[in-house]
């Protein structure tokens, strides 16, 4: 075990040079450089370039760039001169995992749901439907989606804002930075939704109907207290209701668009786990049909669904540019955008290495979690 | 006496093919009974079988009912209603965009475009790891590890940055969109996928008795082993279609292809069009082409689960 671990890891760095050395290669063979798009005299172009380390042979940009990158050194942004790579990043992650990571999460639990109740019941109207709905959410185009909700909900019924996120209106007089508001925003979100789960899982431990339900409900009114408690302290609650606001369409878009992948990977894995023997066993004991379904058949074919999740979570960092760009959601995706135009190495480089890493490290925690609990691969691999 | 029976026990070469033959078309009919079961997958298939028929009907209406002043998609302009975005009408079903070109015209010229894109990415991407997940699981070892090897260095790619970043450096037509899309997407999760079919089916008996008898690798490789994974590769071509129709569609949404008439550029031209009209809501040069998207991808991905549920039968509703 501990010597695949450590073969697993050794190919993860390998593959993680490979995987900067193709990149570098494409971003050096762009046509122009960064000086490119500054109006400048040929000498002191050549200035900047010397500044920015832009006139060395591209060996030894390669080199020095990968020697900073395994010391943890990003380096500094063209575009945002000379601010470091990690706090550009760093200034936008907060609005990006508020959208994105927030929604992402939601629209997991909804498809795993539907998912559920589709393959249970299968064979009628339900089922029909509700896949339909799954592969038109999986296939519509992500701008045009985006843009039917702006005119919809935001331009003809007025429910909800279509502005700028950063309302004047509303922030005229605020004493703190959006920044500041966002990052509580995804901090509470994160403790009380992780504090939900606990909730949901701890009042299954109790057979008692009436037991399980008062602590569900008990503990959702006090985890509400608290994050009600929390934004009345700080006194800036307005704002985070302004912002929330702002978040809810963009929110049911990206949801809209990514639960019917969930939705149809979950059915189809149930559907394999719904013919096997232990389930025909549960039925003959004579178990309540929920409780094969949740206990028994969606507990099992809940592993690919987890592993489609922790595959896909890194790129969720990135965003979706199309929704970014039709919301105006100024976060990571078009600070990609920006950085591909003006070939902002550092930059595109930090992100692309950055997600790059994610999804290795998602891929290796797979792997080793697959070994762990199949023996079978386990005396396949190490010997 | 000898003779007879011997000619009886070994068929001609002629009726072994028939024989052959008939084997294979009851299979085809069982399979087609399991793909209609799924009353999705007939949907898909007459969908794709529309979008098939618009294809082809845009050059024969250019050239014999439509003018091709008023009806062509890039250069038409249609001097008779004088405001330009108009409604639907008798003349132009789906009405004109901003610049007076007729929209319906625009949707039939742009599935030829999609349909193009799905296709040659989908081969390229079948063909890609076909090779690479062939090859890796049969011979394991060395070859594993080192195609492996890049198939762990392009699951890490982000597909959209990675054609906008080559987007800056070449002029993006569909055929580059398609190849590159193709080989990110073969060589990455698609292989990995087919290496673990290839390795399932190296240990099943067929492949030993076909060792005993004296195939070689080559000959296990091409008359076996691929074959017995065309089934999982069309599945993930039809799959890879709705992918690559998804991002090219982005693309010239984003205006970074050489394409300038294909869907996703008549919902970014609607779209301007649509903000520049705002107070009479001109939806109907923007709902058809979103509507072909999503109809185009649908039915290929409804046709694509069909095929999984004949080609695994773990799936199967009972």
Not at chain 1, 64 to 86: C, E, H, M, N, Q
Not at chain 2, 130 to 157: E, K, N, Q, R
């Amino acid at each position: 075990m501990a010597r695949f671990i450590i073969r697993r890891i050794l190919r993860g760095v390998i593959t993680i040079v490979i995987f900067q050395t193709l990149l570098f290669g494409l971003i050096q063979i762009l046509p122009y450089d960064f000086t490119t798009f500054l109006v400048l005299q040929p000498e002191s172009r050549r200035l900047a370039q010397s500044e920015l380390g832009l006139n060395l042979p591209v060996w030894q940009q390669y080199f020095k760039w990968l020697g900073d990158f395994f010391r943890l050194d990003l380096g500094l942004s063209y575009i945002a001169w000379p601010t470091p790579v990690i706090d550009v990043l760093a200034g936008r992650v907060s609005r990006t995992l508020l959208l994105f990571l927030t929604a992402s999460i939601l629209a997991y639990i909804i498809g795993i749901w539907l998912g559920k109740l589709v393959v249970w019941q299968r064979g009628g109207w339900f089922e029909f439907n509700f896949t339909l709905v799954g592969v038109i959410s999986y296939t519509s185009f992500a701008p045009f989606l985006a843009f039917v909700m702006l005119n919809i909900f935001g331009y003809y019924l007025r429910w909800f804002p279509y502005q700028r996120l950063i309302d004047h209106n509303v922030w005229y007089m605020a004493t703190v930075t959006p920044e500041w508001v966002i990052t509580r925003l995804v901090i509470t979100g994160f403790i009380s939704m992780s504090l939900l789960f606990f909730l949901s899982w701890f009042s299954q431990r109790f057979n008692k109907k009436f037991t399980s339900w008062s602590i569900r409900i008990w503990g959702t009114l006090l985890i509400a207290l608290g994050v009600w408690g929390f934004w009345k302290l700080s006194g800036q609650g307005w704002l985070a209701v302004s912002i929330l606001d702002h978040l809810t369409l963009p929110l049911v878009s990206v949801i809209l668009l990514s639960f019917g992948e969930t939705m149809l990977l979950m059915r189809t894995t149930m559907l394999e786990t719904i013919g096997e023997n232990y389930i025909l066993l549960a039925k003959a004991k004579g178990l309540p049909s929920h409780i094969i379904r949740d206990r028994h058949a969606a507990r099992n074919a809940f592993f690919p669904v987890l592993t489609r999740l922790v595959l896909n979570l890194p790129y969720v960092i990135i965003g979706s540019l199309a929704i970014e760009l039709v919301f105006n959601w100024q976060a990571m995706g078009v600070i990609v955008f920006q950085a591909i135009e003006f070939q902002d190495i550092p930059l595109l480089m930090g992100i692309l290495s950055l997600v790059g890493i994610m999804a290795l490290v998602g891929h290796i925690i797979l792997d080793i979690l697959q070994i762990y609990l199949d023996p079978r691969l386990r005396y396949n691999e190490v010997n | 006496m000898t003779d007879t029976e011997t000619k009886q026990k070994s068929p001609g070469a002629w009726q072994l093919f028939l024989q052959g033959r008939e084997a294979r078309w009851k299979n085809f009919i069982e399979n087609w009974k399991i793909f209609r079961s799924n009353s999705l997958s007939t949907i898909g298939l007459v969908l794709i079988f529309l979008f098939g028929i618009m294809v082809f009907a845009h050059p024969i209406l250019i050239n014999t009912v439509w003018n091709p002043r008023i009806y062509d998609p890039y250069l038409g302009y249609d001097p008779d209603p004088v405001t330009h975005p108009s409604p639907p009408s008798r003349e132009h079903i789906f009405g004109t965009d901003g610049m007076g070109r007729d929209v319906f015209s625009q949707v039939l010229y742009g599935a030829r475009m999609s349909f193009s894109v799905g296709i040659a990415a989908a081969i390229t991407a079948v063909t890609l790891s076909t090779i690479f997940g062939g090859l890796a699981g049969f011979y394991g070892g060395a070859a594993d590890l080192l195609l492996m090897g890049i198939s762990d260095v392009f699951i890490l790619m982000p597909v959209l940055i990675i054609l906008l970043l080559i987007g800056v450096l070449v002029k993006l037509n569909w055929l580059a969109i398609a190849i590159i899309y193709g080989i990110l997407s073969g060589l990455g999760r698609q292989a990995i996928v087919i290496k673990s079919h290839t390795m399932s089916i190296k240990n099943k008996p067929f492949i030993d008795a076909a060792r005993i008898s004296g195939g070689g690798n080559f000959h296990i490789l091409t008359h076996h082993i691929i074959p017995n994974l065309l089934p999982v590769a069309l599945v993930h071509a039809v799959i890879t279609v709705v992918g690559a129709v998804l991002t090219e569609s982005l693309l010239s949404f984003f205006s970074r292809t050489h394409d300038y008439m294909t869907w996703g550029s008549m919902i970014w031209l609607g779209q301007k069009t649509f903000r520049w009209f705002a107070l009479s809501g001109q939806w109907n040069a923007l709902i058809p082409p979103a509507l072909a998207i999503m109809l185009f991808c649908s039915a290929f991905f409804m046709v694509g689960r069909a095929l999984d549920d004949v080609i695994n039968p773990r799936l199967r509703n009972r």
